[in-house]
Nanobody, 124 residues
Framework: QVQLAESGGGLVQAGGSLRLSCAASGRTFSNYAMGWFRQTPGKERDFVAAISRSGDYTYYGDSVAGRFTISRDNAKSTVDLQLNNLKPEDTAVYYC?????????????????WGKGTLVTVSS
């Protein structure tokens, strides 16, 4: 089992920035690619970003590419998401996640382990 806990959400004005963090425990963190997803009420969880086990490769959803940056610290077992130039449409609950195979996946249905999420609200 992998336990995940997100932090760093909050209220920010459009154009502002936030940094989300996800702390992992339970298994060897460097064995798992990590992803961030987000969800708004009534909608499915959408892919935001992912990072490979080593951190050498990163992947982004089209709507956040160029504004968000994912990074990880394997020594601290954390994965961060830097959110810049935020827009009201970025308002959502943000989740970090991984899967048993520890591989990069963009589909929320492919993820086995989830945190409880952290709310990001962007005001216009």
């Amino acid at each position: 089992q992998v336990q995940l806990a997100e932090s760093g959400g909050g209220l920010v004005q459009a154009g502002g920035s936030l940094r989300l963090s996800c702390a992992a425990s339970g298994r060897t963190f460097s064995n798992y690619a990590m992803g961030w997803f987000r969800q708004t009420p009534g909608k499915e969880r959408d892919f935001v970003a992912a990072i490979s086990r080593s951190g050498d490769y990163t992947y982004y959803g089209d709507s956040v590419a160029g504004r968000f940056t994912i990074s990880r610290d394997n020594a601290k077992s954390t994965v961060d998401l830097q959110l810049n130039n935020l827009k009201p449409e970025d308002t959502a609950v943000y989740y970090c996640a991984t899967n048993r195979l520890g591989v990069v996946r963009r589909e929320s249905a492919a993820m086995d382990y989830w945190g409880k999420g952290t709310l990001v609200t962007v005001s216009s």
